[in-house]
């Protein structure tokens, strides 16, 4: 037996629009082809509700496990700054030196979606879908989370 899950999506917002293209100049900003041989790399934007935007990119590390998603980064600094009440994010990944596609949108991992949820489960996370950017609340994404 198997089941579906299905997550309702909604179209983007002028502001949503804007939120993706503050991640993609994040993670192009901060793309060094030379540094860990042009690793993988994600930029996101997190916009509170006072629609105050801050970035983050993800930073690899030589020791896997330090190495870090560009969401939490994105959360640490408006932390940091003292928000409290988010109200989208949106990342984006930078392609690679040998890649011919372009800059994409990218969904949280796993762990960044329990970390989003954590700071507010009404989050809108802008995600890939069928081939078109959507959004979708933080809660959406984690369907069967029981805590």
Sequence with gaps: MTSEITVETRDLTAADERLVERARAATEAAFDPE????????????????????????????VGRASMCAEPVAFGAAVADGATRFDAVAAVRHPLPDEDRGFEVVPPCGACRELIVDYGEDVDVVVPHDGDRRKATASALLPTRNW
């Design 35 to 62: 540094r860990w041989g042009g690793a993988h790399l994600v930029g996101a934007a997190l916009r509170t509700t006072s629609d105050d935007v801050y970035d983050g990119v993800s930073l690899p590390a030589s």
